[in-house]
């Protein structure tokens, strides 16, 4: 049968592929997995195996499942480094005054968090951040971390993630998450919860390039240098 392949950051590095077409007769993740690892190779399989130490997720048409079926898109996603994704940088003020123009009467606040690159990393400089992501799956977790936080925190009213896919400069913003509330303590609590969501469970990654090299950031803050991975 004939499924679609997506490859993410360190797996596109080994692939040298973003995504392919194959024609296989395994009907599972595992199978699958065992079949791609005899086609790329020891790195290959290190990393979908978790032997560098990166835990690599299948997901079959954006979910965890295992069947595989024909014409089904696999993606093979290291674990994310960090609502909306812009393509392009992101109007910090325009999202805001989007946001809370939005605001009911019995709104009482507004908690911004906003993450923008860093300029020094370990005692490196950093010259640039270059972000991708799995569209499709990362749009759909945003919209349930959104969900997920409405209704965990009753006094919280609504919650929006936007993050930006492109090639940032140190300085410049990547990502706000707004929350309104009719009181500040849930407002505060659900961004706090949400940054680390973001940071976790969702299909974002960055490449970290720096004086010393070129790193892929994953797993939320682990670093793997650019060609490590396939040797």
């Known amino acids: 049968m004939r499924i679609k392949v997506l490859y993410f950051a360190l797996l596109k590095d080994i692939t040298g592929k973003q995504e392919e ?15 791609l690892s005899r086609r790329w190779g020891a790195s290959f399989s290190n990393l979908v195996n978790g032997r560098k130490g990166v835990k690599v997720i299948f997901l079959v048409n954006g979910e965890t499942g295992r069947e595989i079926k024909e014409g089904d898109e696999v993606a093979l996603m290291p674990p994310p480094a960090g609502g909306d994704l812009v393509k392009g940088k992101i109007d910090i003020m325009e999202e805001i005054r989007k946001f809370r123009s939005s605001a009911p009467l019995d709104a009482g606040s ?18 640039e951040l270059d972000y991708e992501s799995y569209e499709e799956y990362t749009r ?11 209704e965990k925190y ?43 969501l973001v940071k976790h469970t969702t299909g974002i990654w960055k ?17 793997v240098k650019k060609g490590d991975a396939e040797s």
């Open 21 to 35: 077409y194959i024609e296989t007769d395994c009907k599972d993740v595992e199978c699958l997995k065992e079949e």
């Open 154 to 196: 009753k006094d919280l009213i609504d919650l929006k993630i936007v993050h930006a896919i492109d090639s940032m400069k140190p300085g410049e913003d990547v990502m706000v998450i707004m929350a309104l509330g009719r009181g500040r303590k849930d407002s505060i609590d659900a961004v706090k919860e949400t940054v680390e």
């Open 110 to 127: 507004l908690v911004v968090y906003v993450g923008f690159v860093k300029g020094n990393v370990e005692g490196h400089q950093v010259r």
């Open 207 to 223: 490449l970290e390039k720096r004086d010393d090299g070129d790193y892929w950031v994953v797993a939320g803050n682990t670093r």
């Open 140 to 150: 759909k977790r945003f919209h349930e971390i959104e969900g997920s936080m409405k």
